[in-house]
C-alpha cells in the first residue's frame, strides 16, 4: 500500500493548487478587463472618426454628397492603413468611401435607422479579416435639402489582437514570476512553520532507540500539550512498569522467610499444621499486597473523569452488609456533581480499603467526606474506634493492625502506594470523633 503523502507535500500541493487557481482566475478577470477597455477604447476613437466625416460632409445642389479632398483623419486617406471609412445614402443608392478602402471589399454598414448608433465586430466574407465597426444614421438636411446618410467606419482587429497578445504575454510572464516566487516563498514558509513537528518525530526516534528518556525541546504552544502528555504518559508508563519490577522483587523477597519456615517445620511434624495455617495466612498477606502494589493504575492523565458519589455509595453497601452485626452509621459527606479523573479500579481500591480500614475499628460511626480544593481531590475518612498507637508503624509495609482482625491487615499500605503512584499525600492523625483520621490528597494529572 502506497504510504500517504507528507503533512508537507499536502500543504505545498494544496498552496500550489490554490495559488493556480487563484492566479488563473485573476489574470483572467484582469484581461478581459484589459480588453473590454481597449475596445472600448477603439470603439470611442471609431466614433470620434464619424463626428469627423460628419463635419467634412456636404450635400451639392443636387442632393449628392461631397467630401472634401483632405481629410482630418490622415489615414483614411491611404490605401490599406487598417481604417476605412463609408457613407451611403439609401435613397440615392449612392456611397462614398476613403482612400484607404481601395481594391477591398469591406462588410460597411449601409442600413440604420436615423439616430441610432451601432458598435459590433465584423468580418469580410471573402478573406475572413475581422473589424471593429461604428455605425451612426443621421437625417442630413442642408437648407432645403435632405438625405438620409449612413456613416460606417471600420478598423482592422489586427492591431486590436496585436495589442491584446502583447499585454497578455506580459502579464502572464508576470504572473507567473509572481506566483512562483510566492508558492518558493511560501514553501519556506511552510517548511519553517512544520519544523517543530520534524523536531518532535526526530526526538520520538531517539527515545525508541533509547538515546533519550523524553522529549525535551521546547515547542509552540500548538505541540506544549502534545509533547507534555506524550512526557506524561512515558513517566506513567515506567512508573507503571518500575511498580511491576518492585513488587515481584518484594513478593520474591518476601516469601523466601515463610517458605523457610515451613521447610523448618518438616522436622516437626506436631507442630506442622500450625505453622502451615500460619505461614499460609502470611504468604496470602504478601501477594496481595504486593499485587494491590502492582496493579495500580497511577495518575491517570488520560483516564476518563470518574463520578466518585456512586463509587463511595456502592463502598458503603457492601461494609454495611459485611459489619452487620455491629450496626454502623456511615455518615457520607460527596457532592453528587463531584468527579476526578482516576481509574475506577484505583478509586474503588483506595476508597474501599480506608472505609473498610475505618469499618473494621469503628464502634459506631464512620465518616468520609469528600472534596475538591483547587487542582487537589481531598479525601477524608475518620471512625469513632482507638486510633492509632504509631501512625508511622502503621503505614509501613506488611504490618498488620492486629492479627485478630479478619482481613489482611495491609490495606493501609496498599492505600500509600496507591496515593504515591498518584503523586498525592497521605497523613494519619486522631480525629474528632476519637479514632483515627485519614487525608489524602490526590493532585490532578
Same mark, same amino acid.
Given at each position: ?16 493548487? *490554490? ?45 449628392t ?48 435607422a ?52 502583447a ?32 523536531? *518532535? ?89 504486593q ?50 479523573r ?15 480500614n ?10 468520609a ?15 469513632d ?33 496507591? *496515593? ?24 490532578a494529572?
Open positions: 500500500m502506497k504510504p500517504p503523502l507528507s503533512i508537507r507535500a499536502r500543504l505545498v500541493w494544496a498552496a500550489f493548487a *490554490v495559488l493556480l487557481v487563484f492566479l488563473a482566475g485573476a489574470g483572467w478577470a484582469v484581461q478581459q478587463a484589459y480588453t473590454d477597455s481597449v475596445r472600448s477604447q477603439r470603439f470611442a476613437r471609431l466614433q470620434t472618426t464619424i463626428y469627423l466625416l460628419m463635419a467634412g460632409a456636404e450635400l451639392n445642389a443636387r442632393g454628397l461631397v467630401m472634401p479632398a483632405a481629410l482630418a483623419e490622415p489615414r483614411l486617406s491611404l490605401p490599406d492603413s487598417g481604417l476605412y471609412a463609408n457613407i451611403a445614402n439609401p435613397e440615392k443608392n449612392e456611397e462614398w468611401q476613403s482612400s484607404s478602402t481601395l481594391g477591398l471589399d469591406l462588410p460597411f454598414v449601409r442600413q440604420l436615423p439616430g441610432q448608433w451601432r458598435f459590433e465586430t465584423v468580418s469580410a466574407e471573402k478573406t475572413g479579416r475581422a473589424f471593429l465597426a461604428a455605425s451612426y444614421a443621421v437625417k442630413w438636411s442642408v437648407n432645403d435639402r435632405a438625405a438620409p446618410l449612413v456613416f460606417s467606419v471600420l478598423e482592422d482587429m489586427a492591431a486590436f489582437d496585436k495589442e491584446l497578445q499585454f497578455e504575454r506580459t502579464l502572464w510572464r508576470w504572473l507567473g514570476g509572481a506566483g512562483l516566487l510566492l508558492l518558493i516563498t511560501q514553501t519556506l514558509l511552510l517548511r519553517w512553520g512544520l519544523a517543530p513537528l520534524g523536531r *518532535v518525530a526526530r526526538e520520538i526516534q531517539r527515545i525508541e532507540k533509547g538515546e533519550q528518556a523524553r522529549v525535551e525541546g521546547s515547542y509552540p504552544r500548538e505541540l506544549a500539550g502534545l509533547t507534555h502528555n506524550l512526557n506524561g504518559l512515558m513517566d506513567q508508563e515506567r512508573a507503571r512498569q518500575t511498580r511491576y519490577k518492585d513488587a515481584l522483587d518484594d513478593l520474591a523477597h518476601s516469601l523466601k522467610t515463610p517458605l523457610a519456615a515451613l521447610r523448618a517445620s518438616l522436622d516437626a511434624p506436631g507442630e506442622l499444621a500450625a505453622m502451615v495455617a500460619q505461614q499460609v495466612a502470611r504468604m496470602d498477606d504478601i501477594v496481595v499486597h499485587l494491590g502494589r502492582a496493579g495500580a493504575s497511577g495518575a491517570a492523565r488520560f483516564a476518563p473523569q470518574l463520578a466518585l458519589a456512586p463509587v463511595l455509595n456502592r463502598i458503603r453497601d457492601t461494609l454495611a452488609k459485611v459489619y452487620l452485626d455491629k450496626h454502623l452509621v456511615f455518615a457520607l459527606d460527596c457532592p453528587a456533581d463531584l468527579s476526578w482516576i481509574d475506577e479500579g484505583d478509586a474503588f481500591e483506595m476508597l474501599g480499603n480506608v472505609l473498610d475505618a469499618a473494621k475499628w469503628a464502634r459506631h460511626t464512620v465518616s467526606r469528600l472534596w475538591v480544593d483547587g487542582k487537589r481531590l481531598c479525601i477524608r475518612v475518620c471512625d474506634g482507638p486510633g492509632f498507637a504509631d501512625p508511622q508503624a502503621v503505614l509501613a509495609r506488611r504490618v498488620r493492625l492486629d492479627e485478630q482482625v479478619p482481613g489482611h491487615g495491609i490495606g493501609l499500605a496498599v492505600v500509600k502506594d496507591l *496515593v504515591a503512584s498518584h503523586q498525592g499525600e497521605l497523613t494519619v492523625c486522631r480525629a474528632d470523633l476519637g479514632g483515627a483520621q485519614i487525608d489524602i490528597a490526590l493532585h494529572a
